[in-house]
């Protein structure tokens, strides 16, 4: 990560209360499992990108907190005051302004498939615009958001954010050239748990995927389950993503 010129800002909610829209298939222990290897994923993949030279973690959990506070190269900033993303968001991106002369992103805190060099990508090809923004892969919201350094970042995260920030004047990088589809793919529901397992996750989420192993899958119907099926040892893992 020596020698990068992005500082990258990362919100991550607290995990007992993110990835609702994962219920009824998953129970709160195996959502709150899995925020917490998303999330640990993501940085791992951030650190490692050679474009960066930082990496700003926001958030109020404090197993992520305790886990992040041992990284030399990763800042931790307390989540405090008006909860949720924007909220958390402003407060990174305030927090950085203090460090001054790097670009800035704002990348979401959901993405396991993500790879140090699909990051590397992106961020070279946003070099070329002062504001830019990657879609996800429905098309509508948005992963990550860069602003060329000396220029006012002001991101919408959220529902429609892609149509929002197209019209603030980002330039879609996705629409531009070929971005890598681990960038895109953030999770917030079974299929698009499903999706991110096929395209090679972090060795947290693979780890905690693999748990589910001897139990149905999320989107299988109970009644589906074979007693004859292999046990977990025997069940194949979730692929890992390479860098």
Known sequence: MSGGDWVVVIPVKLFAAAKSRLRPQLGDEQRAALARAFALDTVDAVRNAERVAEVVVVTAEPELGAELAALPDVELVPESGEPGLTAAIELGIGHVRHGGGRHLAVLLGDLPALRSAALDGALEAACGHRLAFVAD??????TLVTALAGTGLEPGFGPDSAA????AGFADLAAIGSIDLGLRRDVDTVEALEAALGLGVGPRT???VAAFADEALPHAPAEASDPLAPDAAEAPAAPARSQ
């Open 164 to 167: 929002a920030h197209r019209a």
């Open 206 to 208: 693979a780890e905690v």
């Open 137 to 142: 892969l429905e098309g509508t919201g948005t």
